[in-house]
Structures are given as C-alpha cells and as structure tokens.
C-alpha cells in the first residue's frame, strides 16, 4: 500500500497498533543518491577498515535524502501463519519551523528510480515530513516563541492568498460569521491557523477536514473562552505532531524493539539514524552502540543468505528477487510441508527472511521434518547471524552492531611492480588489469602498486597469466620485503651497521710514530 502525508496521520493509530503486535519488522528504502561524487575516493574499497567505511557513507548519507520507505509488518497468526501489512511511504523533509533542507541527486539513482516506475509527484507534493531531535528541538523553541519560519514559496503564496482573503471579508461580517477556505494541504492547515489567529484578534479558526479551514469572526471574550479551551485543534502538542510525521512512526518502531530485517541494511540504518533520530556521529563506535540500542536485534538477509548458500547446494545469486525464487523452487517446497505459509494483506508476498531461517531450522535433508514455524523458533536458529550487518565491499564481510567487527578470510594481496613507466597512478592500473577481473588499487609507493580482490579465483588468474603489460610485474605482497617502511628500516640499518664497521676497522688500526 502506497502511502503520502494526506493519508498517513489519519492511520498513524493503526500502524502504531499492527507495529506492536508484530513479530517482526522488515524495511526497505530509496535514496536520491548512494554515494557522493562531491569528494575523491568517496566510492567504498576493500581496503576500507569499518571506520573508513563509515566515514565514506557519513558524507554520502549527508548530502542525499530519502525518497521512500517500505515497511513490512510480520505477525504469526499461529504457528506456522504469518500475515504481513506492507507499505511504501512517500517521504519528504519537513519545509516548516526548520532550517530549509538542502539535498543532492544522483543522476543514476534519480534514472534508476524512474525505471522502475517511482511517482515523483507523489515524493514532492505528498512526501510525509520528517526531522530528527535536533530539527525538532529548534522547530519547538520557534513554536513556544511564536517565531517559526515558512520555508516553503509555495506555502508563502498559499498564506498571503489566505491572508488577503480573510481581511477583505473581516471588516463586513457580522460576530459569529463564518468563512471556508478551501485547498489546503498538510501542515498549511496549521500555518494558515497560527498565521490568522496572529494577525486577526476577532477572528478564530477550525479545521474541517477534507482540505478546509472555517474562519469565524468572534468577539474578545469569546476568542478568550476559545484561546483556553482543551479542545483547540491548533494547540502546539498537535502542530508538533503533524510536523513531525514520519518520526512519529519511526518512535514506534523504535519502543516497540521488535527485530529488525533488511537486505544489506547498512545504508538503510545510517540514513534512519541521521533523518529520524540524530546527526550521524562522527565517531564509528558511537553510531554502532546508538544503533543497537534503537533496534536491539538486526537481521540481514544477506548474511543469512550467504550461510545458507554454504550449507546447501542451490545456486549463487545476490539479487533479492533471485534469492527469493530459488528458495520458493518447486523442490524445496514439495518436501516441506512445515513451511511457512505467508498471507499478504497487500500485493507483495516475496519475503526472503521466513524460507532462510526455515531451511536453517530443519537442517534441509532430503526427508521433511516437522517443525514449529514460529517466529520465536527461528531466533535460536539465526542467533550467529544477529546484528551483523553485511558489507557490500569493505576490509570486513559485516559489521557486528553487538561486539567487535570480525575480520574476513580474504585472498592474498598482490604487488604489482612498475618497469620504466613513468606517472602511471591507481585509475590507469585498473584498467590495466580490468581484463581479468576488477581489483581495487592503492599506491604502495613511486613504483609500486597494491592490487585487491575478495575472490580467489581472480587472483589466481592474474598470476598464472602472462598476458599482462610486460612492464607490469605482478606477485604476492609480502610484508617484509615490499613494505616501504620495513625497506626504509633496513636501509637505514645497512647504513647504520656500514658505519659501525667503518669504525670499528678505522679505530682498529695500528697508529704509526715518527
């Protein structure tokens, strides 16, 4: 179910309801770009530690915004029965009481979107706002001291259109008049509320639903009994509300502490951190322990998936929609009748999570076995894969959001040597060896280049062949003999021994007397 800010606050109870009785949670999002272009050697590497890697993202995630999240709401009905309640929400910044929101746009992810069918309009006339506690608390002080900021042109002109109105009709209406304007959206309900109320002292308001705001013209004493009634629609807890949005959800999302499901999550956690919750730290350890206290249990299914590739003979695919149609083969479906059955209230039904966790709880032999499908079952199952958030190319496989970041099984590094080639830098030496396979390439020193894959059969490749430019040497790093610091100290060391031979001989020697 696709869903903007017209519909969202009216269904915000309902979502709150299904988000607590869930499961599980599974997310999904679209960005307006992945990673900037603003700065060099911006794209992640696998020479990357964590931290670099996070620092990369850090800037990317500061520049793009997010255009859409889909939520999925699992609940086990019994113990093999899960319903789920999908949605794509339309998302845009809030444009009201805040510092107006600068964001980038990446072509490729902007024409990558639009392939697929993404509804523009919807994003830009429709997206539900949002702000993170920083945002809020500067929109709230605004709001207690009556001096908020319209950023938004279009809802400058929606005011003054409002405005110009009301004072015209003002001066001729009688006391209990009323006056109905009309095409008003989202949070210009409020605006044009607190706007009139400010300027106006006989004037009151009330919103009618449907896009209306009533305007009644009023005496003092009236407008006082009005002022301090508990049933103002305009009170500022409810204008924060509406400005809110989103957040609202998120908030939910986040005391409910259900687990969490993603498929290479991390771009995703980075972007909820800094767009609903705080600025992403610049401390690496600071966004790991904030995360796993937001969302205490982490589920990614390309971890799991990986597993479950080793452990069981099916094919090596990475697309999730692959993963899904291997997992839902009329093989392993015919010997499983303890499977479990997934009800879609909505048009999506492909969820990878369930079939993983299930093959990794039977064991997957060649004999069905009976299990309990529920949900509770599958977490001791998938207990080595909790919180460890893959890394699409980076020095570790995942990021361990409950403990230290394991290292990686990765092929042996190469040296590549440089004969009588002069200027040759990283981006020339990759395309040079972009032939057999794409390595990632980092200086070494004047001659000498790094190269690094995270495939075995790449590397063997690329030493048994000869075909490599001829003066391009090519052979397993070994830290002894190719590291520029170790070759510094054995340098200076030989000078360091030379000299002391030196005088020793010198000092040795016989004096001569006259």
């Not at 590549?416 to 040079?432: A, D």
């Not at 004047?446 to 690094?452: A, I, P, R, T, V």
Request: glycine share 4%; aromatic share 10%; with cysteine.
């Amino acid at each position: 179910m696709e869903m903007g800010a017209a519909a969202f606050e009216r269904r915000l109870p309902r979502l709150r309801g299904r988000v607590r009785r869930a499961a599980f949670l599974a997310i999904d999002m679209e960005f307006t770009g992945l990673y900037s272009t603003a700065t060099q050697n911006n794209k992640p590497s696998l020479f990357d530690s964590p931290v670099e890697l996070y620092l990369k993202a850090r800037q990317s995630i500061q520049r793009f915004t997010v255009t859409q999240l889909g939520l999925a709401i699992f609940s086990n009905e019994n113990s093999n029965k899960y319903v789920v309640h999908s949605y794509n929400f339309f998302l845009f910044p809030s444009t009201w009481g805040v510092t107006d929101v600068e964001f980038a746009l990446s072509a490729s992810s902007i024409q990558f979107l639009s392939h697929y069918g993404f509804d523009y309009n919807k994003f830009l006339k429709d997206g539900i706002p949002y702000m993170n506690e920083v945002q809020e608390k500067i929109f709230s002080q605004h709001l207690l001291a009556g001096s908020w900021n319209i950023s938004s042109v279009v809802n400058r002109d929606v005011l003054k259109k409002a405005i110009d109105e009301v004072t015209c009709w003002v001066g001729a209406a009688e006391e209990e008049e009323t006056l109905i304007l009309q095409d008003l959206s989202g949070y210009q309900v409020f605006e044009v509320q607190l706007v009139l109320r400010q300027a106006l002292q006989n004037v009151w308001t009330q919103p009618l639903g449907d896009k209306k705001v009533m305007v009644k013209k009023v005496s003092p004493q009236h407008r006082w009994l009005l002022e301090n009634s508990p049933y103002d629609s305009c009170r500022k807890e409810l204008i924060l509300l509406s400005a809110r949005g989103f957040t609202n959800l998120f908030q939910t999302l986040v005391k409910a502490k259900k687990p969490l499901v993603g498929h290479n999550m991390l771009m995703d956690l980075m972007h909820l951190h800094d767009k609903f919750y705080k600025p992403l730290p610049e401390s690496y350890e600071e966004f790991k322990r904030n995360i796993h206290n937001l969302f205490p249990v982490l589920i990614d299914t390309k971890t799991v998936t990986k597993s479950v590739w080793k452990k069981h003979p099916f094919p090596r695919v990475s697309n999730l929609l692959e993963i899904y149609s291997v997992l839902c083969s009329s093989n392993l479906n015919s010997k499983d009748s303890a499977c479990p059955v997934i009800t879609p209230a909505s048009d999506c039904s492909r969820y990878v999570l369930l079939k993983s966790a299930h093959l990794l709880l039977c064991g997957y032999t060649d004999d069905a076995v009976e299990v309990d499908s529920s949900f509770s079952r599958y977490l001791p199952v998938l207990a080595e894969y909790l919180n460890k958030v893959n890394v699409i190319r980076g020095g570790v496989a995942s990021i361990n959001f409950s403990g230290e970041d394991a290292p990686c099984q990765r092929p042996p590094l190469l040296v590549v040597h440089v004969r009588g080639w002069s200027g040759l830098n990283e981006r020339q030496i990759r395309q040079e060896f972009k032939a057999f396979c794409h390595f990632d390439v980092r200086r070494l020193s004047k001659d000498q280049f790094l190269l690094l894959s995270n495939k075995f059969k790449h590397v063997r490749r690329v030493l048994r062949d000869a075909n490599h430019p001829p003066r391009l040497g090519v052979s397993i790093y070994r830290h002894w003999r190719h590291s520029p610091s170790i070759s510094c100290l054995l340098q200076v060391s030989g000078i360091v021994a030379l000299w002391s031979l030196l005088a020793f001989v010198l000092g040795g020697a016989p004096c001569c007397s006259f």
